[in-house]
């Protein structure tokens, strides 16, 4: 069982382009999130999904739109990167209980210049 | 709103030592909490989680913490420190569908 994977690794990006960074996970969990670290900070909140179909924002969703088309993707895009989305990306997944694990994936490391 | 204080950035312990780190939470009702660890350019593992009941929970690798209401603290306990411990230490607190509230984090540094 893979869990959750992250594509890519790492990706360096020019100012105003979009991206999408991928997330695909293989335990059947409902629930689903992204959040980004940045130093000094920790991880915050950018948006989840409860559900395929749903999705909500978070704590810093400016700038970021997710998708959930079916259970297992939730990819997050950039519709034009700025520098300040230079940050370290990590998509999540817990069943649908609140007292269920989040399973984090291995995170997308992301520069933009 | 809820929020998450680790009130120490950086710790060092010598290999052997007990180590505990400090969690300081906000939340109006009983709070969900957990501890998640980061070894370099991995992804966050959870070590225990506490929701209810024990206020003394065991999680993974011999860590354990201690829920106290009082003082509205998470605070994480090793009683020896092994140098595969180094990683970066993150308390979090569960805000409603599991949308979670993490602290800044504590990075942990193992002396010989």
């Known amino acids: 069982i893979a869990g959750i994977t992250q594509a890519p690794t790492s990706q360096i990006l020019a100012a105003g382009r979009r991206m999408t960074l991928r997330c695909t996970q293989d335990?059947?969990?409902?629930?689903m999130y992204w959040y980004r670290q940045d130093l000094g900070l920790g991880l915050r909140l950018i948006h989840y999904?409860?559900?395929?179909?749903?999705?909500g924002k978070g704590e810093v969703p400016d700038g970021y739109s997710v998708s959930r088309a079916n259970t297992d993707d939730f990819p997050l895009t950039l519709a034009s990167a700025v520098p300040s989305q230079t940050s370290v990306y990590f998509c999540?997944?817990?069943?649908?209980?609140?007292?269920?694990?989040?399973?984090f994936g291995p995170g997308t490391r992301l520069t933009v210049l | 709103a809820q929020s998450v204080t680790q009130p120490d950035i950086h710790i060092t312990v010598s290999e052997g030592a007990s180590l505990e780190l400090r969690c300081n939470y906000s939340?109006?009702?009983?709070?969900?909490l957990f501890w998640y660890v980061q070894s370099p350019g991995q992804g966050l593992q959870l070590l225990l989680k506490?929701?209810?009941?024990?206020?003394l929970v065991q999680g993974i690798k011999g860590f354990e913490a201690e829920f106290k209401r009082s003082q509205s603290s998470f605070n994480l306990r090793k009683p020896s420190v092994h140098w595969s411990d180094a990683a970066e230490y993150f308390c979090?607190?569960?805000?409603?569908?599991?949308?979670?509230?993490f602290g800044t984090g504590t990075r942990l540094l193992v002396s010989p």
């Open positions: 999540a997944s817990s069943d649908s209980s609140s007292t269920d694990t989040q399973y």
């Open positions: 335990m059947r969990h409902n629930a």
């Open positions: 999904s409860n559900t395929a179909g749903t999705t």
């Open positions: 939340y109006g009702a009983t709070p969900y």
């Open positions: 506490y929701f209810s009941g024990d206020t």
């Open positions: 979090a607190v569960g805000e409603g569908f599991q949308k979670l509230v």
